[in-house]
């Protein structure tokens, strides 16, 4: 069956982008409403700030006619007690317009409109005929739409009707107030100046712009402007121009005294300017926090994974005797983990036990390579039919239970294997080394002697005794050395023979070899 080809995904890899999309995804939900939030609260606040800065300028205005239609009121009715005083009306009238800046020029007309007093005299305007006579028609209070005077200045004429004490109309009395003069007017105008982009301008009546920052639009009409047009229309107090191409802001109010539209207007680039830098400030405020949770998120995918990831490296060695430890080694702090750990535990020592069962039946020791038991009494069977005389020597590791003790058991299997290596580098190609079990080895030399196996266990001590063995540094061996001849005792009687003489050495001191005596 064809292998599938290996994942190119791993699941560190998966966690990180989890980790890197769910961060950013969720940043940038964040960010979207935090952005619609903090706009819609600079737009509104905006709008309040130009409305409130228009609503003061058109107070400003009503007040300023106010005040200046009271006096006119004040002297209308002086006037009226002293109608046939033209000396009084003329001296009333001159201090008016003397009086401040406000009126440029002040009259008083009769019934019929026709003026009979003025000042300043120079303007030789007695007895011409009112320009507009509606507030003579209307005998009411009048501020006039801005028209051009004789001498060609914007001007607004502000009239009050004058009547007798029995209440007969006798005509009134008025001033013009010029838009361009250094009057309380123009410094109302003029007083507020903004660093936020926003300018204001005014428009009467009619929609013709009466002041403006720009000198050259003053006395044009502009009827597609959309703030121009909703201020003629009286449509609601606010609105926004954010959407359209001019991409202003804007808000107006009107005067009441006298019907100027009073339209402020912000270029949205300002407030996205704000905006955006609020923006910027909570993005580097985040950040931080950002990198921080991902790097969070992907060191809790890396402690996920790399037990995984290790688990699978050491279960492609199962059955090896050093899976077993090393599976056991990876931490388990999950479940999942856990359960894995444990199947992959229970298979290696499993798949261990098969193995060394399988190298027991091959005659072969599972931790040192040598022979085992039931290969070695196969290899005497033979020499006993062949008649062949064999050595027995008797190998028995000195205190090796305090190797197990101090330096741990894998370190007592190190030193096992490292004997069997010995042993194996001693020997000829003829001989048999065998494991007979825990530390204990048996040496078996065909035609050989007791002497010849006496030098053989010899050097085989000396050796031991002189190289280290890693961390567990020097070990010592102590033998028995029997003879096993055709004509001689039984097997068993060698091998109890080499095992009492082995015994023996470890009596005496242990480190030594001890021969059966010819
Ligand atoms: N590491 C390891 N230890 C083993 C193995 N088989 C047996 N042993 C240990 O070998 C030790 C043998 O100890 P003892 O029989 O008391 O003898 P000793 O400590 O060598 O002392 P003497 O023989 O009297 O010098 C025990 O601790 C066993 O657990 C093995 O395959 N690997």
Redesign the pocket.
């Known amino acids: 069956m064809p292998n599938k080809p290996k994942p190119r995904l791993s699941f560190n890899t998966i966690i990180f982008w989890f980790a890197l999309l769910s961060a950013l995804g969720t940043l940038a939900n964040v960010f979207f409403v935090v952005y619609e939030v903090q706009k819609k609260y600079i737009v509104d606040r905006a709008k309040d700030f130009n409305k409130a800065y228009s609503e003061k300028v058109a107070s400003g205005i009503d007040v300023f006619i106010k005040a200046n239609m009271a006096r006119l009121s004040f002297s209308a009715s002086e006037i009226s007690k002293n109608i046939d005083h033209p000396s009084f009306i003329q001296e009333t009238v001159s201090r008016l317009e003397q009086q401040d800046e406000d009126f440029n020029s002040t009259l008083v007309a009769n019934a019929y409109g026709v003026i009979t007093q003025a000042s300043p005299e120079t303007l030789s305007i007695k007895d011409k005929i009112l320009q507009d006579l509606t507030p003579i028609e209307t005998k009411l209070p009048t501020v006039s739409d801005v028209f051009s005077s004789v001498a060609g200045n914007l001007i607004i004429f502000i009239s009050h009707p004058i009547f007798s004490d029995t209440g007969v109309y006798q005509g009134l009395i008025g001033g013009t107030v010029r838009l361009y003069e250094n009057n309380t007017l123009q410094n109302l105008v003029n007083g507020y100046t903004r660093k936020d982009g926003a300018y204001m301008f005014i428009i009467d009546r009619l929609g013709r712009i009466l002041y403006h920052p720009d000198p050259n639009l003053i006395g044009s009409i502009n009827p597609d402007n959309k703030a121009v047009a909703a201020a003629l229309k009286g449509d609601d107090e606010f609105f926004s121009d954010t959407e359209n191409e001019s991409g202003l802001l804007s808000s107006y109010a009107i005067s009441q005294k006298n019907g100027w539209r009073i339209i402020v207007q912000q270029p949205t680039k300002m407030v996205d300017q704000e905006l955006h830098l609020l923006m910027e400030k909570i993005a580097l405020g985040i950040m931080p926090i950002a990198v921080l949770g991902i790097l969070l998120i992907w060191c809790v995918g890396v402690l996920i994974s790399k037990p995984l990831t290790q688990l699978a490296q050491y279960a492609r060695s199962l059955d090896t005797f050093e899976s077993y430890k090393l599976i056991k080694s990876v931490p388990a702090r999950f479940v999942e983990i856990w359960l894995i750990r444990s199947a992959l535990l229970f298979s290696s020592s499993k798949l261990n036990e098969k193995i060394q069962e399988l190298h027991r039946q091959v005659g072969v020791d599972a931790?040192t390579g040598l022979a085992n038991r039931r290969a070695m009494q196969q290899q005497i069977d033979i020499w006993k039919d062949e008649c062949k005389s064999f050595s027995v020597i008797s190998i028995?590791?000195?205190?090796?239970?305090?190797?197990?003790?101090t330096y741990g058991?894998a370190a007592?299997?190190i030193?096992?294997q490292f004997l069997a290596k010995i042993l194996l580098q001693n020997c000829r190609a003829e001989d048999l080394a065998c494991r007979a079990?825990?530390?204990e080895f048996i040496l078996l030399t065909p035609t050989t002697s007791l002497k010849v196996a006496s030098v053989i266990a010899e050097r085989l001590r000396k050796t031991i005794e002189t190289t280290p063995v890693g961390i567990v540094g020097s070990i010592t061996i102590?033998a028995g050395i029997a003879i096993w001849m055709p004509d001689g005792p039984s097997v068993d009687n060698v091998f109890e023979l080499a095992d009492k003489l082995l015994y023996e050495a470890?009596q005496n001191g242990?480190n030594r070899v001890i021969t059966q005596s010819e």
């Open positions: 931790l028995d590791i000195d205190h090796f239970k305090r190797v197990n003790d058991h007592g299997d030193t096992l079990g825990g530390e102590s470890k242990r």
